[in-house]
DNA sequence: AATTTCGGAGAACAGTTGTTAACTGCATGG
DNA sequence: CCATGCAGTTAACAACTGTTCTCCGAAATT
């Protein structure tokens, strides 16, 4: 029963993996803008013409990463923003979770947030694209909250907004920080979202 | 009195601020690490070696554009965090004095925005050694103020720094926003920060 | 007036880039 | 079992890259 997937597919999508992967730790010392064809196909192993039956061009290969980066989080999100306890130890858990994320993931975290602001419009329209779902499922769970009684949409997709800036921002100082500072730092983030927290409470009146 | 400065060096600098002007138009389409020193030369008119005249790469000139872009910005910062006004005036002249920057200079807004978490360390550390700056300066604006009575100093420079982080976002915003946009993004600045600011008001207790 | 300094030009280098074409070999479906 | 499809290879192309060395002319110094 079932055939596992044929093998030319599965050979297929073992080379488009490793030109992903590639690609990836190459982004660690560039941008998506300065990253050559061949260079992926170098560090890949195969012939430079391999890639094009893979993807059109280095832009296009970004937004499969993009997919690849954020694609896999969405269930997470609503999971997280939902959870139970009270409200210190909820943002214990998200820095956390955060924390955790960029140590397993450090290349996916660094080029989200070296490409979302970065030169290639594609790659920035496909992450602008995520965050604005990430928004959209943050919103739906703190709609759910109690405390959101009274909140208007648009506030709730704004608290929203400034959670999952903040979430990157956070994940982004992670990766910058030299090993020992990652305590500070998750501190520091605390102590912000604490303020956006108390700035919730006291939104309306 | 007082010398013009010398002819030799006064046309130095004047093919100095070409090339920078000219990176800095190749910038709105690429990222740094992808810009070559020979296009950077045709775009300024000046032959491919004159380049060394004035750095040592093209990471060395980012570094100059850093402080081209940042530099010029630190009075107008204090200035503005104390204001008058009561608080809602203060936000809305903040957001219109960012809207006001990045109308006139769209490319240095750009360039910081995309090189801060870009793929040429010297760059990224410029930029973030200039908001550490300014985050300081924004807390002692911020400790002026009498709202600020009871806190500490690591608290301070905390919100100092979430400020920051919001200045850039709703610059980044900005940049991006399509005419007629404008409008909906100040209006989703104004929310976020008036949030802040409750949470500032009932920080302690 | 003679000499030094130095910003910029010109030519040449080895190496790299994206893209094209024609090919090889093997898994696939009839 | 045979013919088709297709992932990957090889070879070649014109164009481009950063860097070096040599030179020029004019401003600066003496």
């Known amino acids: 029963m079932s055939h596992t997937a044929g093998v030319r597919a599965a050979q297929k999508q073992r080379t488009r993996q490793a030109l992903l992967e590639a690609a990836l730790d190459l982004l660690a010392e560039q941008s998506l803008s300065s990253l050559g064809l061949r260079e992926v196909t170098r560090a890949a192993g195969v012939a430079p013409t391999a890639f094009y039956r893979h993807f059109h061009s280095t832009a296009d290969l970004g937004v499969a990463l993009v ?18 306890g009270d409200t210190g130890e909820r943002i ?18 660094r080029f989200v947030a070296r490409e979302r602001n970065g030169g290639v419009q594609p790659v920035r329209a496909a992450i602008a694209g995520q965050l604005a ?7 739906t769970g703190l709609a759910a909250d109690p405390e959101s009684a009274g909140w208007s949409d648009e506030d709730l997709l704004m608290l929203a907004g400034l959670y999952v800036d903040q979430m990157l921002a956070t ?35």
């Not at 997919?67 to 139970?84: C, R």
């Not at 779902?133 to 919103?139: A, D, G, I, K, N």
């Open 67 to 84: 997919e690849e980066a954020l694609g896999s989080l969405h269930p997470l999100i609503g999971h997280t923003v939902s959870a139970a």
């Open 92 to 109: 214990a858990r998200a820095i956390d979770l955060i924390a955790r994320h960029v140590r397993e993931h450090p290349a996916h975290v």
């Open 133 to 139: 779902r990430f928004t959209r499922e943050v919103r």
């Open 171 to 205: 994940a982004a100082a992670f990766l910058e920080a030299e090993p020992g500072q990652e305590r500070d730092i998750a501190r520091e983030a605390a102590r912000r979202l604490r303020l956006i927290s108390i700035g919730r409470r006291h939104w309306l009146g």
